[in-house]
């Protein structure tokens, strides 16, 4: 634990020494755990190392903007860049506008941006000597500041006076222009004179003589104070990266732990969720779970039994037909549709009409029994036998009985239309229900066979 707050001590300091605001190492821990008092230091951090990455560094244009954009501004600013840098978290971008929440997701995108765009690299490559050719911060520019006002030609002149200032401002940079080579062949003069002068006294490897920068300071200690109180910054600072090269490791395992805690807040989200919308929407009870599998477990017993019987029946069959004649078969064929329409007819005049009516009086010409003049060997077919018997009594009713029947057969008709809509109507529901139980298979009852 005090390594881990080492380190993040040592990371505060490498991001202030290279220019970003000065905050607490306890920012970092309290992201960890999703604070919210961290929210907004991370924010700025991240809009802060933004900058560092587009200019490479961080100056009071930085520090000014932070300070003078709103909330909402800075923070479509962050994501806006982030996403193009190529840091698509969807929890990243869906964060409040205001700043209300989400230290953690800014604590995993600060690691992102870190490790993406080699900042601490980019610190290193800057690190250099104060003591070189051109340092502009240790000389006085006098000049720079009281630098004279810009040239600029006056609004609201004829055409001849516009032309005459712009001679003139022609002129002026002319001459500028000519003061500028003047300055530059002097100062290579000097310099000239200052490397004889100081030959064979060098401070610089490779070198023979003594800079313009160096005869400087040894001329001005005070200059040379300001030197030394920035090497010894550099030297710090160098120190730092150094340091942070060696404990580095231990941050990222530590920004894995991180990663661990959104990972573990992710699932317990997703959990809760599916309960809610679980007990929200299906409302199942405590023991809904055993009832459904006791149901299932009766609806496959009930299914094997009744495969077992039409097997059996099937078998049946077969050995039957196998036995009778194809005359016998045929007139078995024939009573079976007409005891399958009489009772069907006997079915649709109980439930289908709307009030209770007698079966019609043709319908009982098939059971008036008399005496067949031909004996027969099956049991089964007297009913079509004594059927063949009145027929052949029916002389001079024969074509009321057609009529009959064919008024009867369009009434079947009508009745089996209405028995297929119903056991289809009846299927979509068996489908509806089983679908709402899982692990089910629903196989339909099987239907009769029709003989044509």
Known sequence: MAQIRDTIELLTNVLRENGASKFKAEVFRQAKFNSIEAVRPMWKLLFELIYYCMYGKIDDVAVTAARELTTEEMVVYVKRELQQRGFHSKRFATLPNDMSEGSRELLLAFGWLFCKENILEKFMNQCSSPIEEGAAELYHDDYRASSARPLSVKHGSSAGEKVQQLLLLN?????????????????????HKIHEATKGVHLTPNKDHLSVLEVQLLKDPEL???????????????????????????????????????????????IGDQKMST????NIPPDGVAQMLEARKD????????????????????????????????????????????????LSLGSCSPAPSRVPHCLDLAYVTKPANKPSNLGRFQTENRHEALLEEMDGKSRDVLGKIASLEEHMNRLESCISSQQAQGKARLEKIASTLPDLICIPPLGHREYV
């Open 171 to 191: 002129g002026k940079l002319r001459m500028n222009l000519r003061s500028l080579f003047a300055l530059q062949a002097q100062k290579y003069r000097k310099m």
């Open 224 to 270: 040379l104070k300001k030197v030394l109180y920035l090497l010894e910054k550099d030297n710090t600072r160098l120190q730092n990266l150094l340091k942070w090269q060696d404990k580095e490791e231990v941050f990222w395992r530590w920004m894995e732990t991180v990663l661990d805690l959104k990972v573990k807040s992710v699932m317990e989200e997703h």
């Open 279 to 282: 007990h929200s929407v299906y």
């Open 299 to 346: 609806l496959q017993t009930t299914i094997l039994k009744y495969e077992t019987m039409v097997e059996e029946l099937e078998h049946l069959w077969e050995t039957k037909r196998s036995s009778i004649s194809e005359r016998e078969l045929d007139s078995l064929i024939a009573s079976l549709d007409l005891e399958i329409s009489l009772q069907k007819a006997k």
